[in-house]
């Protein structure tokens, strides 16, 4: 009974997964509300702040941080077999539509009513990633400090030509010297 109930978790991973890859267009960032409801809400595989770690990570190691994602829930829900499942459930749909397209390419690039649609969907995109941005940000921005420092830190990578990945490390030791502070205040 216990194979049959651990072979079940694999399938659902993949399942799940392959439905975030089919239906979300744009991106990683484009597919944050859709996971997050999945594994959230309905399957109850992570918390919101497990999900707002899993984005942090995936965001900070190399790769696509849909996959990434994906694959630390599947290791978390199945072990090293769940985190495969997860990540092929994630690539399979790209990977099938984008060897469609590649096959297809010349025959729809110049059409009119492909290129009106995608012009639909990137605005489309746009409100998504600013829902995930959203939602994340009010599980995570909950002191004055937090939005300081997110406000900084969004200011500096708009207004200035600062790589992002400098702001990423320095509000990172922001982040832990504040949380030092706190801990030694609290002993």
Same mark, same amino acid.
Do not use: C, H
């Given at each position: 009974?216990?194979?049959?109930?651990?072979?079940?978790?694999?399938?659902?991973?993949? %399942?799940?997964?392959?439905?975030? #890859?089919?239906?979300?267009?744009?991106?990683?960032?484009?597919?944050?509300?859709?996971?997050?409801?999945?594994?959230?809400?309905?399957?109850?595989?992570?918390?919101?702040?497990?999900?707002?770690?899993?984005?942090?990570?995936?965001?900070?190691?190399? #790769?696509?941080?849909?996959?990434?994602?994906?694959?630390?829930?599947?290791?978390?829900?199945?072990?090293?077999?769940?985190?495969?499942?997860?990540?092929?459930?994630?690539?399979?749909?790209?990977? !099938?539509?984008?060897?469609?397209?590649?096959?297809?390419?010349?025959?729809?690039?110049?059409? /009119?009513? /492909? %290129?009106? %649609?995608?012009?639909?969907?990137? /605005?489309?995109?746009? !409100?998504?990633?600013?829902? %995930?941005?959203?939602?994340?940000?009010?599980?995570? *921005?909950?002191?004055?400090?937090?939005?300081?420092?997110?406000?900084?830190?969004?200011?500096?990578?708009?207004?200035?030509?600062?790589?992002? *990945?400098?702001?990423?490390?320095?509000?990172?030791?922001?982040?832990?010297?504040?949380?030092?502070?706190?801990?030694?205040?609290?002993?």
């Amino acid at each position: 009974m216990a194979e049959k109930i651990k072979g079940s978790i694999y399938f659902k991973l993949f %399942a799940v997964f392959f439905r975030v #890859g089919l239906f979300t267009i744009g991106g990683g960032y484009a597919m944050l509300p859709m996971l997050r409801k999945e594994v959230v809400e309905k399957y109850g595989w992570a918390t919101d702040e497990e999900m707002l770690d899993y984005f942090a990570i995936g965001q900070s190691t190399p #790769g696509i941080i849909a996959i990434n994602t994906s694959t630390f829930i599947g290791f978390k829900k199945g072990g090293i077999l769940g985190a495969i499942f997860s990540t092929f459930g994630m690539v399979t749909p790209s990977w !099938v539509i984008i060897i469609s397209i590649a096959k297809f390419f010349d025959a729809f690039s110049d059409n /009119v009513y /492909v %290129a009106s %649609a995608f012009t639909g969907i990137r /605005v489309i995109v746009v !409100v998504l990633i600013l829902n %995930a941005v959203i939602n994340m940000g009010k599980k995570s *921005i909950t002191n004055w400090i937090q939005v300081v420092i997110a406000l900084g830190a969004f200011s500096i990578i708009v207004f200035t030509s600062i790589s992002p *990945i400098y702001v990423v490390i320095v509000s990172g030791i922001l982040g832990i010297i504040i949380s030092s502070l706190k801990e030694g205040a609290k002993t």
